[in-house]
């Protein structure tokens, strides 16, 4: 090239290089990124699959309740004779304790004095048709004798003697070794599960690891009677010779309308009840095998928060379609509470009933250990959710629970369902 043409030659070359430059580089980046797309080993696949729902089981265990039939008085223990004059409380009646009372009593606080008849009057003033002021009778009453009372009261004919006491009782039943059982009915949970992807057997099925928790409740019921064991303790109060008043009897409302000399009506001032001895003559206590027919209810209430972990496969089956499987250990920390209700009639009480605190109740909780395994297909929306719904199946263990003797045996068990929700894939 001649001299003179070379100078403007490398002119030209200077001011087309920022143009070829980014034309090159343009075509070089646009080469890699369609190679990239092409190789499929380039992409990122999500590894980590977490997965909400919830969790339906066709079964919750079974319970076996044991040593039913144990229902106490339900009272204070009534206090001996050598405590004396105290109110003592049976489930067939009540003899409480009785003392001089105001209406009974003199200016100067002293009791007045019975007439003849054992019976004390009240009066008052009134004026009469001249406007003098009058005095007149307003009530007569049963006079207080130490060692008699007369406040009581008593259930049933039943309690009369033959030689004229009244028995006032306590009862009690305890078990004979009644017994129930019931399947819990199948329960709904809540479910939460992630899934690691942590290799490949081929280009459409890899292997994992799973872990999960899930929280199931415990609602097993049922009623019944069981035959028990009867004990009885019957104190036996004098009537003095009085015949018994008709059953049931009780002395609060042994009052009548009282009709004075001028005609007056005075309501509830003639007292009309039977005083009885303040302490029992003698006391009897016996022991019946088989004495009583005990109805129940009983129950335990609760739930289990299960956590789950092992290993897992997963397969491709199309292009949205999977299915995975896994299969491993499992821990259940389960709290349950016991409740009971029982009640019997008490005899020689005019239909009585004794029962158990509404409800009697205890808690308890324990950690059971076992399996599980779950078969599941999932549905891709997209590259990131789906859906995905399947079966479970568990095996865990039995605890026992105590209430005031009585047991259950709490077998969660073999357990299947379903399980369903979204998945979510990162």
């Known amino acids: 090239m001649p001299s003179r043409l070379f100078k403007p030659a490398v002119i030209l070359a200077l001011l087309t290089l920022p143009v070829t430059l980014p034309a090159q580089t343009s075509s070089s980046e646009e080469e890699r990124l369609q190679k990239l797309l092409t190789d499929s080993t380039q992409w990122y696949v999500p590894k980590t699959t977490v997965s909400i729902g919830f969790r339906l089981l066709t079964s919750g265990g079974n319970v076996r309740y044991g040593n039913l039939g144990r229902v106490d008085s339900g009272l204070e223990a009534v206090a001996p004779a050598s405590a004396g004059v105290v109110t003592r409380i049976y489930n067939n009646g009540i003899v409480g304790a009785d003392a001089v009372r105001a209406s009974e009593k003199d200016a100067n606080g002293n009791q007045i004095p019975p007439d003849v008849n054992g ?131 009780d002395s609060t409302t042994a009052l009548t309308d009282f009709t004075n000399s001028q005609g007056t009506v005075f309501p509830s001032s003639l007292e009309t009840s039977v005083p009885l001895a303040a302490l029992p003559g003698s006391s009897t206590s016996s022991e019946v095998v088989g004495g009583t027919t005990v109805n129940g209810n009983w129950q335990i209430k609760g739930a289990y928060f299960l956590m789950r972990i092992g290993p897992s496969v997963r397969a491709q089956l199309t292009q949205r379609l999977g299915l995975s499987a896994s ?80 047991t259950a045996h709490i077998d969660l068990g073999n357990s299947v369902g379903i399980r369903g929700g979204i998945s979510i894939k990162f």
Not at 208 to 231: F, M, P, Q, Y
Not at 351 to 377: Q, R, W
């Open 327 to 406: 299969l491993g250990v499992a821990g259940a920390y389960s709290g349950s509470t016991y409740s009971v209700i029982e009640t019997f009639v008490a005899p020689d009480s005019n239909g009585v009933v004794i029962s158990t605190p509404d409800p009697e109740k205890s808690s308890t909780s324990e950690f059971l250990t076992g399996y599980y395994a779950d078969l599941n297909l999932d549905w891709a929306v997209s590259e990131r959710t789906g859906f995905f719904g399947g079966l479970s199946a568990q095996q865990l263990g039995d605890y026992d629970q105590v209430l005031n003797g009585r």
């Open 119 to 249: 019976r004390y009057q009240t009066f008052g003033t009134t004026t009469a048709a001249d406007g003098s002021t009058i005095t007149v009778q307003t009530g007569d009453y049963r006079s207080y004798v130490a060692g008699l009372t007369r406040n009581w009261n008593y259930a049933s004919a039943d309690q009369v003697t033959a030689d004229g006491r009244i028995g006032f009782s306590t009862y009690r039943a305890t078990s004979n070794g009644g017994s129930a059982m019931k399947d819990t009915a199948g329960s709904g949970g809540v479910d939460f599960q992630v899934t690691r992807a942590l290799g490949k057997f081929s280009s459409h099925t890899e292997w994992g690891l799973t872990a999960g928790i899930a929280l199931n409740g415990i609602n097993n019921k049922t009623s019944g009677t069981v035959v028990s064991t009867l004990h009885t303790n019957t104190d036996y109060y004098s009537l003095n010779g009085q015949p018994a008043p008709t059953a049931p009897y």
